[in-house]
């Protein structure tokens, strides 16, 4: 049984940085590459970054290039979201997504698997 846990969210300034994590377990089988989404309220699941499954090959969106940096630690079975420079409009719920079928990362159609999310409010 595949299970993500999301953890880190929380409440920061514009400028600030949060670090979220993601939890993985049951992985074995098909495609192990991993992405974070996030979602604001009434829009719908935008893909932010991308790794392989050796953490080899990062990708990002244009959205966050150059300010958060997405990394893999397959011994303790977690990713990680380091997000740097926070802005209001990265508020969101922020969803780790695995197992990815064929077809883009960006597409949150693809992937098999999803946690349960965490919040990140980016308020003055």
């Known amino acids: 049984q595949v299970q993500l846990v999301e953890s880190g969210g929380g409440s920061v300034q514009p400028g600030g940085s949060l670090t979220l994590s993601c939890v993985y377990s049951g992985l074995t089988d098909g495609d192990r590459s991993m992405s974070w989404f996030r979602q604001a309220p009434g829009a719908g699941r935008e893909g932010i970054a991308h790794?392989?499954?050796?953490?080899?090959?990062?990708y990002y969106a244009d959205s966050v290039k150059g300010r958060f940096i997405i990394s893999r630690d397959d011994a303790k079975n977690t990713m990680y979201l380091k997000m740097n420079y926070l802005k209001v409009e990265d508020s969101g719920m922020y969803y780790c997504?695995?197992?990815?079928?064929?077809?883009?990362?960006?597409?949150?159609?693809?992937?098999?698997?999803w946690g349960q999310g965490t919040q990140v409010t980016v308020s003055s």
């Open positions: 790794i392989s499954h050796y953490g080899s090959r990062q």
């Open positions: 997504a695995a197992q990815k079928r064929t077809g883009g990362w960006l597409n949150s159609e693809v992937y098999n698997y």
